[in-house]
T-cell receptor
């Protein structure tokens, strides 16, 4: 069974540019989460999808961040325009539901210069 | 919301020794406490979890204890090996929010096992 995959693994962009991160959850997992770890700090929750619906987006930093999960399969997280403080590692996780293990992807390391 | 504190931030032990990492949480309604291990260049991987209806859980060299009254839980690794070297994160869920299953993480502990 394939795990959670994320693309790209690394992204380096200039301040003000746009970047789109992609997450492919484990097949059949309705729950998809985005998290972010900034410069050695804790991993912080961004938002939670159940299928294509946003269950909780309380962790989204501001309106420069837009997450979508059309069709309830893969998800994208777009940052527009990117700021220096957006640098960090963005993780995606998925689970089949209930209090089951959240399977994490390898993360996308975003660097904003 | 939930707040999770984790200590120590770094821990260095000799191979074969035990390692203990401690976490406290703030929301008494939290009922799921996973521990994740993150190796360089990889995503966090679940190594053990505990639910609030038990006080201790063990899996080979790894054990987790939970004290609901004091709102703290600990990870114990015995007979440490160099391959145990990694960053370890504790986490707790947030039942009072619209996303029961979202996790609040501690800041991580960098464990180094010296041969």
């Amino acid at each position: 069974e394939a795990g959670v995959t994320q693309f790209p693994s690394h992204s380096v962009i200039e301040k003000g540019q746009t970047v789109t991160l992609r997450c492919d959850p484990i097949s059949g997992h309705d729950n998809l989460y985005w998290y972010r770890r900034v410069m050695g700090k804790e991993i912080k929750f961004l938002l939670h999808f159940v299928k294509e619906s946003k269950q909780d987006e309380s962790g989204m930093p501001n309106n420069r961040f837009l997450a979508e999960r059309t069709g309830g399969t893969y998800s994208t997280l777009k940052v527009q325009p990117a700021e220096l403080e957006d640098s960090g590692v963005y993780f995606c996780a998925s689970t089949s539901g209930s209090l089951n293990e959240q399977f994490f992807g390898p993360g996308t390391r975003l660097t904003v210069l | 919301g939930e707040n999770v504190e984790q200590h120590p931030s770094t821990l260095s032990v000799q191979e074969g020794d035990s390692a203990v990492i401690k976490c406290t949480y703030s929301d008494s309604a939290s009922n799921y406490f996973p521990w994740y291990k993150q190796e360089l260049g990889k995503g966090p991987q679940l190594i053990i979890d505990i639910r609030s209806n038990v006080g201790e859980k063990k899996d080979q060299r790894i054990a987790v204890t939970l004290n609901k009254t004091a709102k703290h839980f600990s990870l114990h690794i015995t007979e440490t090996q160099p391959e145990d070297s990694a960053v370890y994160f504790c986490a707790a869920n947030s039942p009072r929010t619209s996303s029961n299953y979202k996790l609040t993480f501690g800041k991580g502990t960098l464990l180094t096992v010296n041969p």
